[in-house]
């Protein structure tokens, strides 16, 4: 029997809720039919914003979300997106299918969506084809009270007051969309843009996002940071995040697999990529440290999820897939990764919320489904904000097929502000139901709520004629004993346990 010691007299740390954080990009129909339907819509919604959607969100406590794109940023021009909807410049959208953008998204609309969800706003600006002065209006346009032609500009489009910019991204993803440059080329083009990244309200500075490298890329990560840190340690000012883009597809970039119809032994290699999470994060972060050995710097996971082939008949640069029980313990590995490392992850994003790649809903006309990685994100919701406690499992086996071996069980555990411990644990297997017998350091703990995302086959996910396959229902797996308590984990499951005395 496996065994997880809980030491809760031990916090390690905060669990930013930013951690939960979603991805919105103008691709497929993310933006467009996802998110926005515009005001005149049969479909009920809030100043175009779809009511179904924004209610489901809204339920996951979403902290942020990153806005235009990933690759669509480095080619968006922000004054094509305000004023009148029908003066907005109608654009292709290169990267993501040939559609025409008509630009009725633009930033009033983003800022109106966030104020809805009630979540902090993340703006990805164009480093790759914009300019300096491009950028610094945009903050100003967003950020400025008072007299200046951008905040004038903003006030004539309807909008006196300014907004809240939480992070600025300074680019996306450099290293090759957003400009194809060397790590030494936009180390200063990004001390450059940033310096005129202006704080308008000293009390609410915008946080800036350094363009981090994809993947295993640790010549970028190191190329970014000595040119970043030329002055030495007071280049802390120049930035507050570095960002990690990392995708898990089972089959590599160019054969990625079907989302719904897999085998086994795929299974297990997806989920031997999902944990390589754990290495790349490990690895930036000790190069971060030589630099930034106190933390001040985030990493910030902006792009992270399963990447699979498109729905067959789907337009291939919508990337709409579906999403199942292996998304759904994609997802759990993940953010036990992020929570395990919050003394350095302190964002994240799913890519991306509505549509595309691991979407947590998916919408066909009028209808909305929320997909397994919606449940997942929804139970670990109690991580937000909490305190992460020292935890470790003993005795816990490698299930798996060939190469493709990957741990029994996966586990994180945090206490929130009124002393819940929340404990959220994966079974890997699907072959084997799994015992985990859980210890704390003291006693008299009681469970509180216990509840499970699986389903009867890993391939089982939800579909807009039975959208209740793959849910989020009350897990009784457990027994309450003298030490902890004695749990069952269902084969292919992802499972929260919350506990107080
Ligand atoms: O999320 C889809 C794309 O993946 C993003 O636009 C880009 O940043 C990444 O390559």
């Not at 669509?72 to 299918?97: Q, S």
């Not at 790349?280 to 985030?298: A, C, F, Q, S, V």
């Not at 995302?453 to 890993?458: L, P």
Request: hydrophobic share 35%.
């Amino acid at each position: 029997m496996a065994k997880l010691v809980i030491n809760e007299e031990n916090r390690l740390g905060r669990i930013e809720p930013e951690i939960y954080g979603h991805f919105s990009e103008h691709l497929g129909r993310c933006i467009y039919e996802g998110i926005y339907v515009g005001e005149d819509s049969k479909i009920p919604n809030v100043n175009g914003m779809r009511t179904d959607v924004v209610e489901a969100l809204k339920e996951l406590k979403i902290p942020v979300l990153r806005w235009p794109g990933g690759c669509f940023a480095d080619e968006y021009h922000w004054r094509d997106g305000i004023g009148p909807k029908e003066k907005r410049k109608k654009m292709i959208n290169t990267h993501w299918g040939g559609v025409v953008e008509d630009n009725s998204f633009g930033t009033h609309e983003y800022m109106e969506l966030c104020r809805q969800l009630g979540c902090k706003t993340y703006v990805n600006a164009n480093l790759g084809s914009g300019t300096v002065q491009e950028m610094s209006e945009w903050v100003e346009y967003m950020t400025f009270k008072g007299v200046s032609p951008m905040a004038d500009l903003r006030a004539q489009n309807g909008h006196e007051e300014p907004w809240t910019l939480d992070y600025i991204g300074v680019g996306n993803e450099n290293w090759g969309c957003g400009g194809n440059m060397t790590p030494e080329f936009y180390g200063n083009e990004y001390r450059r843009y940033q310096t005129y990244v202006r704080n308008y309200d000293a009390a609410k500075p915008v946080q800036k996002i350094c363009c981090g490298a994809n993947v295993d890329d640790y010549e970028w990560t190191k190329g970014v940071l000595s040119t970043t840190f030329y002055h030495g340690k007071e280049a802390h000012g120049f930035m507050d995040g570095l960002s990690l883009h990392y995708y898990t597809h089972p089959n590599g970039w160019e054969e990625k697999g079907s989302a719904t119809d897999f085998d086994e032994e795929t299974w297990y290699k997806t989920l031997k990529k999902a944990l390589y999470m754990d290495t790349l994060i490990t690895r930036h972060g000790n190069i971060m440290d030589e630099y930034d050995p106190e933390k001040k710097i985030g990493m910030i996971v902006d792009e992270w999820g399963t990447w699979f082939t498109c729905e067959p008949g789907t337009n291939p640069g919508f990337l709409y897939q579906q999403n199942t029980v292996r998304d759904a313990l994609v997802a759990g590995i993940t953010l036990n990764i992020f929570n395990k490392h919050c003394d350095r992850v302190k964002m994240a994003a799913l890519a991306q919320m509505v549509n595309v790649l691991q979407a947590v809903l998916l919408t066909e006309g009028e209808k909305m489904i929320k997909t397994p990685t919606y449940h997942v994100m929804h139970m670990y919701r109690h991580h937000q904000g909490a305190d992460l406690l020292e935890s470790s499992l003993c005795d816990v086996g490698e299930t798996g097929i060939g190469e493709w071996t990957v741990p029994e069980v996966t586990e994180s555990v945090s206490i929130d502000s009124s002393g819940v411990i929340t404990i959220t644990l994966n079974n890997l297997s699907i072959e084997q139901e799994k015992k985990v017998d859980v210890q704390f350091a003291n006693c008299g703990y009681k469970v509180t709520e216990a509840n499970i995302v699986t389903g009867n086959d890993m391939r089982d996910h939800n579909t807009f004629d039975a959208p209740e396959n793959v849910t989020e229902k009350t897990f009784a797996g457990y027994r309450e004993t003298a030490e902890g308590l004695s749990v069952t984990l269902p084969v292919n499951s992802v499972v929260e346990i919350r506990v107080s005395r």
